[in-house]
């Protein structure tokens, strides 16, 4: 049963958080935060020498929507090459979780910056740069807004 303004996937994630915890051998992480409320997550994942997210953990401070925002990103990383993972984006969290009230849009932003810093890092140590982050995620929002105008 859904809580006031949050779905049940919602309700689901931050009561039974998925992939909760640290990777100890993390070759990919990253802490982003939300001054405005003081939001706080940590992102650690395992990419293996093909570029595939073999494992992906979080640690978020943050509210409910925070949590549950972070816990669906994790699932949706899984098995995801890094290219195919620099593509999630808060909208697609917030699709995949039915939906978050307008107030709580910025925890699945959260969730999308702290996959970009993650992958970021990933890229700076295996010799890709940060340029080549910020390239890509160029190319994939001009194409989410091209596919929104049609």
Do not use: W
């Amino acid at each position: 049963m859904a809580a006031g303004p949050y779905s049940d996937v919602v309700m689901d994630h931050f009561m039974n958080p998925r992939n909760m915890g640290e990777i100890a051998d993390a070759n990919a992480v990253a802490e982003v935060g939300n001054p405005a409320c003081g939001d706080v997550m940590k992102l650690f994942m395992k990419i293996n020498s093909d570029g595939v997210i073999e494992d992906v953990k979080f640690k978020t401070f943050g509210c409910g929507a925070a949590i549950a925002s972070s816990s669906m990103a994790t699932e949706l990383l899984k098995g995801r090459k890094v290219d195919d993972a620099l593509q999630l984006t808060n909208d697609a969290i917030v699709k995949a979780l039915n939906g978050l009230p307008p107030a709580k849009i910025h925890c699945s932003v959260m969730a999308e910056e702290a996959v970009e810093a993650a992958l970021t890092n990933y890229c700076q140590r295996v010799g890709r740069g940060e340029e080549f982050v910020k390239e890509l995620k160029s190319k994939i929002h001009r194409g989410v807004q091209n596919e929104s105008a049609n």
